[in-house]
């Protein structure tokens, strides 16, 4: 069964920190692209940051300067260092993983941004 996990998420104050994990498990091809998504109240479901298996990494502007993705392939699991958080960061954030033959979703994890 394919499952990709999300943990991390929870409260924190302005100006905190948090760090995202996604694990993957019972995916049998390569994975290509491992991005995070967010989706606030209200909002449209928004990319915030992609890591492709060749190294290269994207962001959305907005967060740019303040996360980190990053991949441990060995361990099947990605990262989103999520430093200097701000209101507006709160959303709940899932990792989305490529294959040449399909796409995976994970559950979301809640990311809260108040004092």
């Known amino acids: 069964q394919v499952q990709l996990v999300e943990s991390g998420g929870g409260l924190v104050q302005p100006g905190g920190s948090l760090r995202l994990s996604c694990a993957a498990s019972?995916?049998?091809?390569?994975?290509?692209?491992r991005a995070w998504y967010r989706q606030a109240p209200g909002k449209q479901r928004e990319l915030v940051a992609v890591?492709?298996?060749?190294?290269?990494?994207t962001y959305v502007d907005s967060v740019k300067g303040r996360f980190t993705i990053s991949r441990d392939n060995a361990k099947n699991t990605m990262y989103l260092q999520m430093n200097s958080l701000k209101p507006e960061d709160t959303a709940v954030y899932s990792c989305?993983?490529?294959?040449?033959?399909?796409?995976?979703w994970g559950q979301g994890t809640q990311v809260t941004v108040s004092s």
């Open positions: 989305y993983a490529s294959t040449a033959l399909t796409t995976y």
């Open positions: 019972g995916i049998r091809s390569s994975i290509n692209s």
């Open positions: 890591a492709t298996s060749g190294g290269s990494t």
